[in-house]
């Protein structure tokens, strides 16, 4: 199997884990998308992933309801090394090797983030899941994402969303929504399209790093997004509505 890509980071929301679960992890889901990620690792591409921990504790939320924002955002931040931990797990019982590292000191359970180290393990064929976000309250999981993602010489950041793509309007409430095929930077900044945060789009675009929004509803998208089919939206190209 073919593939246009060497190095890759994959973002997957803490929702995502969750499936149809009010909250939590669904270990269906996470044996799917590491079942994928094995896929696509086999064929030879270098997988890094930035994990979120919306599924057990969101930091904005928390911080509304009355809570230390910084607070809360460290809470959010051990939920991700939660859901690291446990793609972790899933990916080691399919007998990929695979390394967390915490921007959090948490040495029992995962190494510290190391740029160099991280790499190291890509090299070697090892999956890098990364938790804990950038060690920092007030940044997100998307920022995380593109930071890591400039860090380690991504080509590309593959963004596993609940839809397939990025839209001109919300299709929930809009049959006649449109969804783009491709859009720059600057539109999605200038339109506030919630791609991802203003930070992370920014980023991507100072080092040129292409974005893909794409479904995980649907098995198989992940496998399809990072062996280069054109699914979903991607942000670094010219405007286009499909």
Same mark, same amino acid.
């Given at each position: 199997? $073919?593939?246009?890509?060497?190095?890759?980071?994959?973002?997957?929301?803490?929702?995502?884990?969750?499936?149809?679960?009010?909250?939590?992890?669904?270990?269906?889901?996470?044996?799917?998308?590491? /079942?994928?990620?094995?896929?696509?690792?086999?064929? $030879?591409? +270098? %997988?890094?992933?930035? %994990?979120?921990?919306?599924?057990?504790? =969101?930091?904005?939320?928390?911080?509304?309801? $009355?809570?230390? =924002?910084?607070? #809360?955002?460290?809470?959010?931040?051990?939920?991700?090394?939660?859901? #690291?931990?446990?793609?972790?797990?899933?990916?080691?019982?399919?007998?990929?090797?695979?390394?967390? +590292?915490? #921007?959090?000191?948490? +040495?029992?359970?995962?190494?510290?983030?190391?740029?160099? =180290?991280?790499?190291?393990?890509?090299?070697?064929?090892?999956?890098?899941?990364?938790?804990?976000?950038?060690?920092?309250?007030?940044?997100?999981?998307?920022?995380? #994402?593109?930071?890591?993602?400039?860090?380690?010489?991504?080509?590309?950041?593959?963004?596993?969303?609940?839809?397939?793509?990025?839209?001109?309007?919300?299709?929930?409430?809009?049959?006649?929504?449109?969804?783009? +095929?491709?859009?720059?930077?600057?539109?999605?900044?200038?339109?506030?399209?919630?791609?991802?945060?203003?930070?992370?789009?920014?980023?991507?675009?100072?080092?040129?790093?292409?974005?893909?929004?794409?479904?995980?509803? /649907?098995?198989?998208?992940?496998?399809?997004? @990072?062996? $280069?089919?054109?699914?979903?939206? @991607?942000?670094?190209?010219?405007?286009?509505?499909?």
């Amino acid at each position: 199997m $073919g593939t246009p890509y060497q190095r890759v980071l994959l973002k997957l929301s803490g929702e995502a884990l969750m499936g149809d679960l009010s909250y939590g992890i669904d270990p269906t889901i996470v044996d799917n998308i590491a /079942e994928e990620i094995t896929e696509v690792t086999n064929s $030879g591409v +270098q %997988v890094a992933v930035v %994990v979120g921990g919306g599924n057990i504790f =969101r930091g904005i939320k928390g911080a509304a309801s $009355g809570m230390d =924002r910084a607070t #809360a955002d460290y809470i959010g931040m051990i939920a991700t090394v939660m859901n #690291a931990m446990t793609l972790q797990d899933s990916l080691e019982r399919k007998g990929v090797a695979t390394r967390v +590292q915490s #921007a959090i000191e948490m +040495q029992e359970v995962a190494e510290p983030y190391i740029r160099r =180290r991280a790499i190291r393990h890509l090299e070697k064929g090892r999956v890098v899941i990364f938790g804990a976000g950038s060690g920092n309250p007030f940044f997100t999981t998307d920022t995380t #994402a593109a930071l890591r993602a400039a860090e380690i010489n991504a080509e590309v950041v593959f963004k596993a969303t609940k839809v397939d793509g990025v839209y001109d309007s919300d299709p929930k409430t809009n049959p006649n929504a449109r969804r783009y +095929q491709s859009l720059t930077y600057s539109h999605v900044l200038e339109k506030d399209l919630r791609v991802m945060d203003g930070t992370a789009i920014a980023l991507c675009k100072d080092n040129s790093i292409p974005i893909m929004v794409f479904s995980l509803a /649907e098995k198989g998208n992940i496998c399809r997004a @990072l062996m $280069g089919e054109p699914i979903g939206t @991607l942000v670094g190209g010219s405007c286009e509505v499909s």
